[in-house]
């Protein structure tokens, strides 16, 4: 069954089943286990590093609350959900689910929208490796804000970063992952005549000028503190961050007034966000807004995120359907060591990747509930679980796969000024 298996609540099937009778109950429930799940020791110990979450490293145990304190941002609330509802007519399931759990400013965007100013949406990747299920569930999101807010996209390619920060890579890998990352990209389905994807090595001189008037209101020392550079950072890393926060400011240059700018991303990329913002109102611009999400969890062990550079821990937009059964078959999960056991104890879904792959993938909120009554109540074997989404994987991804394909013949309407891109 599990090739490891987690601290399960030993409480017998009839009691669980019994707690879980009322769905709103189960999904209050699964959401209070997500954000509460991890208040284990290891997270006493966020503030004296054993939790990291960097804009280049998520490692061990996340709790969600305590990054929302810690990075002082804003829950999601209800009147939020409610503002999204009025505008356009539903809540999301990656907000319904809390996938997006955390905002700066998102209120004040959704008010812009609301009356009708057009906003900008702006988010990215840095070209590391190849796509996987993690990054895309930003950009999925993006796509739906873009269709229904009708907002110009800027789509951020920092080949620059991931060369500064990836000690063993050439220019030229990193370029080839910029060619396959765009596929990707262009494979979500964003709108080509409001997409424009910057190549940073490609489009700088766009760049340049305004990231040399951030780069000179943030100190080292600031920087040091947000981002924790240390003396052996090289240097092009410590340069590197007001290159980010440019595509912040560079919709109100082009539209020639102060432009709104939401950012959808994993929370990991919010210290950007902060040096912008302390900056962006003295030059006179609107501070940019964020929506965060939440991290889809590393597959093959408890805690941490699917990373580019461990295949293992995440299924690529790339892998055949063999290498996405194998991954799946030999994923983590919340089982008891035994089909007996499973059956007598039930399972710990909150622990579980494949339950939270799911979740937030492929199951319909009423089927998750379902699948979370039926795992805990020992009724649901891991094996199963495994198979559906090994399947939905599967077809999610052939499905992107022909898409990628056409991708190729339409790169150049997709980026920055229609310029070319070949590798
Ligand atoms: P990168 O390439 O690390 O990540 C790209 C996007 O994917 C999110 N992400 C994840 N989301 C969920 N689960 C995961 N396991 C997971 N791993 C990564 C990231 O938060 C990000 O949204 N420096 C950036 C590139 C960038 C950017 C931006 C990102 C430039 N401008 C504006 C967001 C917004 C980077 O290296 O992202």
Redesign the pocket.
Known sequence: MSKTSSNNNNTSTADNTTNYQNNSKISNTIKNNVDDNDKSPENSKYENGSTRVT??E?EGRIDYDRLIEVFGTQPISSEILEQFEKITGEVHPMLNLHYFFSHRDLDFILRKVESGEKIYL???????GMI?M??L???MFTKYLQDKFGSKLLF???DD??FLYSQDRTREEIKRFTYENILDIISVGFDSDNTKIIVDTKHIKHLYPISLEIAKRITFSTAKAVFGFSASTNIGMIGFPPV?AA?CLLPSLIEGKPTPVL???????DP?WRITRDVAEKMGFYKPAQIH?????SLDAPGG????SKPGT?IFTTDEPEVIDKKVSNAFTGGQATVALQRLYGGNALGCPVFWYLRYLFDNQKESDERFVKCISGNLLCGECKSDLAMESKSFIATLKKRREKAKDCIQKYMYENDPFEI
């Open positions: 804009p280049w998520v702006y988010t990215g990747r840095g070209p590391s996987h993690g990054h569930m930003p950009w951020q390619i920092t970063e991931k980010q595509p950012i959808p991303a994993a929370i990991d990329q950007y999400s939440k991290f889809l969890p995120k699917m990373s580019s995440a």
